[in-house]
């Protein structure tokens, strides 16, 4: 039997009738609720339920032949669907809600599926313990102790966690620590037959390491570049701001007119006409206070005279020689309409942009705008970048037989001018320890970070490991994580090395979770997390659990304007194309398996960043 996912934590309670199911859940429901935690139910009900009631318009309509009737009012809506033919599954129900709203999916009912489920045993129910054949329960709540027998003795040895089932407090804060992830399910797993457990490779073998447990280790290991550089505005883009750059004047300066129209006295609406007695452009001023009855034409962005702070627009205005008339059938005139005051965009002396932030187009524009043409900014994070194998060729070569072009050393230089870095190319490193050993030493002398591509595999080049030891301080490690497998990060003298695999999608897969937190971080910028969101899946997502899958995707909103994503297709870690070709990353995460269709999955956009 296919274990159920959904893209949330999922928890049933199993027990035999009369243990007092619905009983625990309504009284747990309100603690849970009172922890912030919002939760969906799906009953299992045997019979020919109805919650539709004869005489209501819903059920007349449905018993007239509505196969779907959908009722809603403010306060809540229902479906009511005929499934005369096949009962629906728990995948497909659970696919009915909006997960995008929910923390935590508990199941009554549907005893026979699998999925992660807590025991509930009474004593005086008179029935047998379940979790000896039931491998999906994660514990037990009980009125009685686990006898010492049989079920007893497997139950102690996998530990499953032993609750009472009169502490609702104590069952509440196993279900809490169940969302977050701090329930260790393993010992249920160990009580799985063979044919329904995890595969050996789908647990974390030895000495691999989490996409999170890599990156904590790494990030450890860097220390941000304090130094700093005055560049002309332009050369900024892109780079990170060094100190807060304060407001030197008011944005705008001066209180100005948001349209072409005229400017009069907000104390001053009740008129029939106005005297106009001047006519401003921008860059342009009237310069005497505005009288009660006078009027100013006035452009977009000239100043507003002194006394006036409202502006009529021009459309709605009649001018016949100086006199003009507003026509208050179009709109009513407001006190303050249409007038932009001085400092309101930004007030003198208020930080315009804070230090650490990164110079994009509307920076760029704000400094601008303050009057600034040099900025203090982080000194360009060098990258010094190789790639290795005696089969990687030169693009503009004629091709030799059973060699490939070296394109992630252009992913790589691609990638790290969009995060603002200087790359130093190093070229293609020839397969040998001289060479190898040259050219780190070299990329340890300019640059503040080096990476290479290839060789970090179990291949028989392991020279690079050799002269990667003789130099640095490097680890080789396997990340649970696809792709992207093999990973070497360490250092070479002070300079932080990654050795990233040969595979040209595993290459851009690698920097975006592990070489851009770097980045980011020796640029200064704390705990710099990419832009992820929810989408929903329109096709299988294969993962196994405890491996965080890389899926390239598409996403877009369907007609329903639900964000939805699916892959590019095939997703071999050579294939550059899937990168090409997608938006965005699907990341399913190692607590979930298999993505389903319906099931909200994780997206990581890939716009701006590569
Ligand atoms: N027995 C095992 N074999 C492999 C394993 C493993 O765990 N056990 N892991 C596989 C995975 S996953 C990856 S990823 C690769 C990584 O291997 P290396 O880092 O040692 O990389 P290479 O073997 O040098 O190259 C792999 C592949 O990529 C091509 N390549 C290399 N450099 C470039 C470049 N600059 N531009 C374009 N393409 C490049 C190279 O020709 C190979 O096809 O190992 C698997 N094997
Ligand atoms: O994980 Mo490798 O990284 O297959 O490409």
Known sequence: MSKIHASLPLLGFAAFSGTGKTTLLEAMLPKLVARGIRVAVIKHAHHDFDIDQPGKDSHRLRKAGASQMLISSRCRRALVTETPDEEASLPHLIAQLDQTQLDLILVEGFKKLSFPKIELHRSEVGKPWLHPTDSNIIAVAANVPVPASGSAALAEKASLPLLDINNLEQITDFVVRFIQGEVDTSAASLLLPQSQGLQCGDLTPQGMLSVAEGRERILGHIVPIEKTQAVDLKAALGQI?????????????????????????????????????????????????????????????????ECADTVVMREQAEQIDNIVRFDLSMAAINTAQNVRQAGEDLALGQTAIAANSKITAPELGMIASLGINQVSVKRAIRVAIFSTGDEVQHPGEAQKNNCIYDSNRYTLHAMLTQAGCEVIDLGIIEDNEAALEMTLEQGAQQADLILSSGGVSVGDADYIKTVLAKLGKINFWRINMRPGRPLAFGHIDDTPFFGLPGNPVAVMVVFLQFVEPVIRKLQGMDNWQPQVFNAVATERFRSRPNRTEYTRGIFSFDANGRLTVKSTGQQGSGILRSMSEANCLVEVLPEQANAEIGDLVRVVPLQGRV
């Not at 100190?243 to 072409?260: C, E, G, K, R």
């Not at 005229?262 to 310069?287: F, K, N």
């Open 241 to 305: 701001v060094a100190h807060d750059i304060l407001s030197p004047v008011n944005v705008p300066q001066h209180t100005n007119s948001a349209m072409d129209g005229y400017a009069i006295r907000g104390d001053d609406l009740e008129r029939q006409d106005y005297t106009v007695v001047a006519h401003v452009m921008a860059g342009h001023s009237y310069d005497l206070p505005l009288e009660k009855g006078q009027a100013v034409r006035i452009m977009t962005g000239a100043a507003v005279p």
